[in-house]
């Protein structure tokens, strides 16, 4: 029977509390082990940005599989990585890994869609950097005119 460890990724606190996308990645990778009859060994969760290599969860998680010969399994290829030079070390490593939404996916495809997740990083990065800018410009109409020096008059003018 092949030994699997499920590593599972969220960016946000926020996601960790809630559990969202935690537990669907749970289960897209548990399902996936099971319906292959793979035994899940460890399992890690880490609450990372995906654009940092020096993960400590995912790190472990490698070592889990050097040292025990398991598969590492998540449940799409971003959850590792979406830096294009990880996903290439980590396919000369000695660890084999399988994205649960491509089990099938050789190594060009890998690299194709690892490209893809780092620019969909960047473009998100671009739309909250915009989002952020839109809303300072906006300001807070209760203080924005009170740190310019002025003041704000509400109400019905005469």
């Not at 969760?45 to 025990?68: F, H, K, P, W």
Request: aromatic residues 6%.
């Amino acid at each position: 029977m092949c030994k699997a460890v499920i590593y599972i990724r969220v960016s946000t606190r926020k996601q960790e509390i809630t559990g969202l996308g935690i537990e669907a990645q749970r289960r897209i990778a548990t399902d996936f082990c099971q319906s292959r009859q793979w035994e899940v060994t460890r399992e890690f969760i880490e609450v990372q940005s995906g654009g940092r290599n020096d993960r400590e969860m995912i790190r472990e998680a490698l070592e889990q599989c050097e040292l025990t010969g398991s598969v590492l399994v998540v449940a799409k290829l971003d959850r590792i990585s979406r830096d294009v030079g990880f996903i290439d070390q980590l396919q000369k490593s000695n660890v084999r890994f399988v994205c649960a939404d491509m089990p099938e996916a050789n190594q060009t495809m890998i690299q194709f869609m690892a490209v893809f997740a780092a620019y969909e990083r960047k473009m998100a990065s671009e739309r909250t950097r915009a989002a952020l800018e839109g809303k300072e410009g906006l300001g807070n109409p209760n203080t924005t005119a009170e740190r310019k020096g002025s003041t704000t008059h509400r109400g019905s003018q005469s």
